[in-house]
């Protein structure tokens, strides 16, 4: 028992040496591919701002009252999508050059699962871009970079790591999620996104959060941080989308990354309408980009669990991150011969 317990110590060590190097590698070459500079970011921001992303509009966030500033309330962050813009527009970022940032989260309405934690940590980027790079072309490009950071992290990691299986193809695969709509229209959104992601391995299904054919959206998204509104190139809605890939360990989709251009006063007053929430008009962020203050960018987030979970080949997201778990999950994972962290 004491051997089995020593090297079940030795894994967890090796797994977060592995997982640091992963995230190292990722970090840098993310910031090489997309010209991105390392800043510091918040956990928290003012209530009440429209700062905080609402990601799908009806999830709690973690409220708190400051007890030197009169009580006013502070939440934790859900992601940084719009504090990021004003940071481009307060750093003066130049077009083509953006931000990076480690961002750190708790989401208390997630559903516990072996992907899912209500810790929430990812790479949040943002760049800013030319009105007239407003094209699902220049979204295509800026995904093309992001996956060769991926491709090249899991070189590395294999050459440090020999267990490490590849298991990314050599390019992403692009599709409209009402193309896949029309290919599958008997399937979920979720079960589409398992066949399109198994039969290429990695996929960006571009245009989340508008309604398709069936007057359903593929998933959800807030009004006010991706253009998923405007009629693109490709004759269809959005200039946003979701990078997934084949996970063989789980047998399904895998969902990496979130990530689109960003709103500019037209999408976001056309959205806003769409959802019935123009009141959200009034709000500080919304205030700054109806009045032309923010420059236009794209952006996104990237799990930084979800990429250490995948290159490594885990079962569980508690593998690779500490988090709350309740007991059934401890109990469960162990009866598989998971070691949560």
Known sequence: MEIKTKTLKQERLRTEAAIQYAKDVFTRQL???????????????????GINDDLNG?????????????????VVVNSLAKWKRIRLKDYEIDEEQGIITDMRAIRPDEDYSPIHSVYVDQWDWEKRISPDDRTVARLKTEVKKIYKALKITEQELRRKYTDVEEQLPDDITFIHAEELRRIYPELTGKEREDKIAREYGAVFIIGIGGEL??????????????????????????LNGDLLVWNPVLESAFELSSMGIRVDQDALERQLELRNETHRKNLHFHQLLLQDQLPQSIGGGIGQSRV??????????????????????????????????
């Open 213 to 238: 054919g069936d007057d359903q959206p593929h998933d959800g998204r807030a009004p006010d941080y991706d253009d998923w509104s405007t009629e693109n190139e490709d004759g269809f809605y959005g």
């Open 58 to 74: 009806v999830e709690r966030c973690v409220r708190f009252a400051i007890k030197q500033m009169d009580d006013q309330k502070a």
């Open 308 to 341: 250490c979970m995948f290159l490594l080949g885990k079962q569980h997201i508690g593998e690779v991150q500490v988090s709350v778990w309740p007991e059934e999950a401890y109990q469960e994972a162990s009866m598989k011969g998971i070691s949560l962290l």
């Open 31 to 49: 910031s090489d591919q997309l010209n991105l500079t390392k800043v510091s970011s918040p956990i928290m921001v003012m209530d009440g701002t």
